[in-house]
């Protein structure tokens, strides 16, 4: 008799995109004619850079001749890519990394999901509330924790508040953690980590033989000078973490599917008989079995980012979001509203006016302006009262948003 | 202190193809004018038939303009090739099939690698020796097996030698067993299954609620009108049968990925209480909470397999495969070797002439031929003296290498 892993049962069936969905479907049944903006999903709507569509027809035209057709290609990536990456994310702000510790992929919401398996059951997972479901839902397919209880909080994982009295920074937990899950510039908040913040993470791994999961999927929209954009900025990081990267939000690349992982050489972790074992030869042994490459279409395309055209034409259309968060800030902020992120990062984080619940304040903006927004609730309890706004609009549907936002009546 | 999954450590650091590889280069820094034929690594080398390419010129210029541009497309893929397959995949063969069962990924490797997530760590792995690897060492890191014996085969998982005997295809085992993984036409050993073998299973799994993980990524490859080219051609198979499929072998997609997984509603897996599980919605929380859906461009391509033209290229595109392989066979037949597969598959399985083993036979190939082989031994032990070919190569080396076979002194 084939079992099923019944620590899938333990998952509610991802009911906020879902019940976002079912209620702007509700909305536009009843008022056929509203014109409803979306500023929930985080999805870009800027088309691709030319250096990337130039790239891409070159790279078509190779796959049809058999002189430069290309097949399997390494599982790692190819080298055009990981010497980009090398040169241009890290050598370009001191970091110093091999070839060998970088792991091209389709997408960081894959690899985020799939780190946790070169790690044992017994780890203690730390993520911060609200956090970005991915993290825990792996986690829990995977038997880490307990069933989920009331609040939607899973037992066994080490949930870290994130408030505007710490800056959406979390503190250091008073219990011991061992893989702890760090997003920044963050979704949903918008937060950015200081320098600082994060050397108090990276010292309390180094102390706790910890391993750190840095996201940092949306560091391309850090305009603030004094921010890190990689968690190996900080010394001693290439021994407790691991940083997740992604083409998605920085050029477009989300129906396209390419990203990459560092793993440092150095990274240990450890076996019951307390032996150190190096991590990037299990995330290689991972990735080589249950992967086979990044579509070289998309390789060639992520190449051309950083190519100096490309440099200049990514920086435009982030700047596009950028100014979209900017007006929204600015906008939200004048009409009264309590506004975090949206500076050096993609995403704003609205406290609901007049004490709303998240799905109070999600129908109200629906129904009064045909704004979707996305509840903050549905990211943790720490994100009720809050509701999340991605500058990913098109500058005309956020401007005529910020105008339909100014009508509300609270 | 972050803890490994010392599973992995039960793993050879996947020995094969990377000594395959030593072998050859030490040769060439000896031999460095050696022109040496890889029939080794089952790649595709003809280029992509021309309406993918020209399917994927217009998706490229569709994401460089605002109005076309696509960004996350669904997580399970898109209608247009969702359609596209249950058409001309299955509905052309007696098999209907509702849109939520088929999920586009990007490659059967992953699919065939990650779907024991959904399953339990207490199921009885069977699988065929010789055997792809991945579907071994997946499971393996999940937990599913003792540590590797001396054989290299791993303990708790039932091993069902494929022989000349049984015609490659696997006796019912003596034990009772709940995930059954079969690849028909198979990889390493080029044999097919005929209707009533698969049936012999579909019956054995009806009976003991055991599932089967049928990996049918050379389908394209039959050219025989009696064998089947879906496991749901058989009675009952939607009840007890995961089916993998890809565009890699069919469509040379080996360097675009993309792929798709067959997760019918009817088929049930069981809770410790007995209770049965449906396994579609457990599938579509994994694909959709571990993956982001495959790049549009390659689901274009895809789509493109389907119409008229791209149907009649991929044809001739596997015709010169099978040309190939029909030479390999009747070459190798009458020079006295006994050969196996290479009629309705990409593949052929060779005995070693003199009671030679398979490494033993792949250094005399490659010192006195200068061609590469996959030593069987290396699929598991009765794949001992056995090597496998490719018919993946271009014709003409295909030729040279057949030539250069004739010449061999044993």
Redesign the interface.
Known sequence: ??????N??K?S??YLFPEIGRRVREYKTRNPKADVISMG?G??????P?AC?EA??AA??Q????ET?????PEQGYDFLIDAILENDYKSRGVQLHKDEIFVS??A??DT??IQ???????VVAVTDPVY??YI??NV?AGRTGPAGKNGQFEQVVYMPCTAENNFVPDLPKQHV??IYLCYPNNPTGAVAAKEQLKKWVDYALQ????ILFDAAYEAYITDAEIPHSIYEIEGAKDVAIEFRSFSKTA?F????CAFTVVPKQLK????S?RA?D?N??WL??H???????????QAAAAAVYSSAGKKQCRQIIDIYLNNASRIRSSLHSLGYTVFGGVNAPYLWVKTPNNLSSWQFFDLLLNQANVVCTPGSGFGPAGEGFVRLTAFA?PENCLQALYRFAKIRL
Chains 1, 2 share one sequence.
């Not at 999805?43 to 691709?48: A, F, I, M, N, S």
């Not at 796959?63 to 058999?66: E, F, K, L, V, Y």
């Not at 972790?269 to 019951?272: F, H, P, T, W």
């Not at 080589?288 to 998309?298: D, M």
């Open positions: 008799m084939a079992s099923v892993n019944e899938f049962l998952l069936a991802g999903i999805d870009v709507t800027q088309p691709l030319p569509i891409m027809h078509v035209d796959m049809s001749r058999p057709f290309r097949g399997y290609g389709d997408g919401k894959c999901a799939n398996e070169v790690f044992g059951a017994d780890n479901p991915v839902d792996t397919m061992d893989l706790n033989k910890s391993v477009g989300t129906g396209l599917r972790a450890y076996a019951k307390s074992v991590v030869p299990l042994r991972r080589t079995t249950k992967f086979n490459g990044a579509s070289y279409i998309s098109k």
